[in-house]
């Protein structure tokens, strides 16, 4: 025993070996202690109860390097989305293109000029880099940019309609992704609701009949996450726009993902865009970062200079702002919009919405010929992709998944947990792999994974 003891290497030698130099260089260095030394004591406890009557230093860094892959992914870390719902709330919503990566990383780790001028030289305002291309882009005569769509929302009702009544339709009180509900984020706001029309029919004068003294703006609430089918009525902006003018009250509208594209030549539903609704002439407008924009997460106030300017000066804004992380990754996805080719080709989300059913069908062709050569046998199946994020709620794309003759719950668990998460789902009976959310730079780590989690043999 006191051999054995005496065999296991000290802390500080394993940290400086040269076999263990990768794990050094691609960790932290207190995780990279610890690792080590929780090893080593692991070795320590196994002698002093004689469950091991030998080892060998290899053995040892060979832990320690699979130990260390475990925790190089952080908690918060990248899973391959099998699912095919492309903006998925829970696995982070929109992704970004790979060129954000790197100019986050160059302004985030360098000093930078988010607030200021290098002009005047002197201080400046962190919504100007991103002012001047949305509103090239959307028409609009201002732009805010804030953390994301409900603190939009609420820096406008504060600011407009604090103690005041807000007409909203029947129709449109939604509750979008659990805590956003419009009478709450209303109370919230220190605005007063005022209810009009009825739950599928809403008319202009429904409206107009409930303006008084005390209405400060007209709201309008795009329904997102459903839909309200056969007799419906909704007034639309373009009527909305014009009586907020004739008496003297804000109009706004919640668009919540807001589409710059217009992409039913895509073959998509149409759904007005957001340039539409800024010439409609509402007065201000709301969408999220991180729908179908395609951006990252954080919320966009779009509309007339005046109101605009009158937003920036409000206390919330200061609790609302957004970052340089996010403004880099917001402009660099808005400068793909100044062509919209460009757009659908580099913002993954609209990539992904607009690929040609064939690119999936040879994706899916791959991937299946890559789980035969270890020979799990699998099915190419169509399948419909959802859109997703709570934008358009019955909107598939078609798309190619591949269905495996396993039993589903154990491969739903087997490739979710552990290392590499797989999200997959289960579809009649069978669990499936939808090509549509899944990059062809994950193909070999998808085989790693069903190697190791031992499927062939099941
Ligand atoms: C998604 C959505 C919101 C909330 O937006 P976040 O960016 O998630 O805060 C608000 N309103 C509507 C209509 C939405 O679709």
């Not at 293109?97 to 305002?125: M, P």
């Not at 709570?390 to 396993?406: I, K, N, R, T, Y």
């Amino acid at each position: 025993m006191q051999t054995l003891f005496r065999k296991l290497p000290k802390v500080d030698i394993l940290m400086n070996s040269k076999e263990l130099e990768i794990v050094k260089n691609s960790i932290n260095s207190n995780k990279f202690y610890q690792l080590v030394k929780d090893e080593i004591e692991k070795y320590r406890t196994l002698i002093k109860n004689r469950e091991i009557t030998d080892f060998s230093i290899d053995e040892i860094i060979n832990n320690i390097i699979s130990n260390s892959k475990k925790v190089q992914g952080g908690n918060l870390k990248k899973v391959i989305n099998g699912t095919g719902v492309i903006i998925h709330t829970n696995l982070g919503r929109s992704i970004l293109n790979e060129q954000i990566g790197k100019r986050i990383l160059e302004t985030s780790t360098n000093y930078n000029n988010l607030e200021y001028d290098i002009k005047l030289g002197k201080r400046g305002d962190r919504n100007s880099h991103i002012e001047k291309l949305i509103t090239k882009i959307t028409g609009a005569e201002s732009a805010l940019i804030v953390n994301n769509n409900a603190a939009a929302v609420i820096l406008c009702l504060n600011e407009f309609a604090k103690n005041k009544n807000v007409i909203v339709s029947r129709g449109e009180l939604v509750e979008i992704g659990g805590a956003f509900r419009i009478p709450d984020i209303m109370e919230l706001s220190g605005a007063k609701l005022k209810e009009v029309g009825t739950t599928n029919k809403t008319h202009l004068w429904d409206y107009e009949n409930a303006i008084t003294e005390e209405t400060s703006m007209i709201l309008k609430v795009h329904t997102s996450n459903f839909k309200i089918l056969g007799f419906v009525e909704s007034t639309d902006n373009l009527s909305i726009a014009k009586l907020g003018k004739e008496k003297n009250v804000i109009t706004m509208e919640d668009l919540g993902s807001g589409i710059l594209i217009d992409l039913s030549k895509y073959g998509i539903t149409k759904e007005p865009t957001v340039q539409e609704s800024v010439k409609s002439g509402i007065d201000l407008i709301t969408i999220s970062g991180d729908k179908l924009l395609g951006g990252p997460q954080c919320g966009i106030i779009l509309g007339k200079k005046e109101y605009i300017d009158r937003l920036k000066k409000n206390q919330y804004l200061r609790a609302f702002r957004v970052d340089k992380l996010v403004l880099t990754a917001l402009e660099t996805t808005l400068e793909f919009y100044l062509d919209e080719r460009e757009a659908v080709r580099e913002i993954p989300t609209l990539k992904m919405i607009t690929e040609d059913k064939e690119v999936v069908y040879k994706k899916a062709e791959t991937l299946q010929k890559m789980f035969d050569e270890i020979g799990i046998q699998t099915k190419i199946i169509k399948s419909l992709a959802k859109i997703g994020g709570g934008s358009m709620p019955e909107e598939c794309v078609d798309s190619f998944a591949l269905a495996f003759s396993q039993n589903p719950l154990m491969l739903e668990e087997r490739f979710r947990l552990g290392e590499n998460s797989i999200i997959g789902r289960i579809q009649e009976n069978s669990y499936i792999l939808d090509l549509k959310t899944i990059f062809e730079d994950d193909f070999s780590t998808i085989i790693e994974k069903a190697k190791k989690i031992g499927i062939a043999d099941e």
